[in-house]
Nanobody
Framework: QVQTVESGGGLVQPGGSLRLSCAAS??????????MGWYRQAPGKQRELVAS???????DYADSVKGRFTISRDNLKNTVFLQMNSLKPEDTAVYYC????????WGQGTQVTVSS
């Protein structure tokens, strides 16, 4: 059973930046085997995939975050990161990491609130 712990969220003004981290742990976990993704869920909305990073470190982004968010990974530490710049109020959500497609249980997520 893999567990994820997301961190790095907070309250930030529009135009600000945050760096999220997701540490995965589990018996015999080798995160390098997986495509990893960052997901978010805003109040009253379905959870959506915003960024993916593949085994070859190539990346893909939802149109809404392209050019502002950067996903990266450290396979030795089983950790995935999401650098978020030029944040907008519509980025407000709880952010989670998981495989893509999802195969792990969801962690508690980290709240990101963008507001002046």
């Amino acid at each position: 059973q893999v567990q994820t712990v997301e961190s790095g969220g907070g309250l930030v003004q529009p135009g600000g930046s945050l760096r999220l981290s997701c540490a995965a742990s589990g018996s015999h976990l080798n995160m390098y085997m997986y495509v990893m993704g960052w997901y978010r869920q805003a109040p009253g909305k379905q959870r959506e995939l915003v960024a993916s990073i593949f085994r070859d470190y190539s990346t893909d982004y939802a149109d809404s975050v392209k050019g502002r968010f950067t996903i990266s990974r450290d396979n030795l530490k089983n950790t995935v990161f999401l650098q978020m710049n030029s944040l907008k109020p519509e980025d407000t959500a709880v952010y989670y990491c998981n495989t893509n497609p999802t195969s792990w249980s969801w962690g508690q997520g980290t709240q990101v609130t963008v507001s002046s």
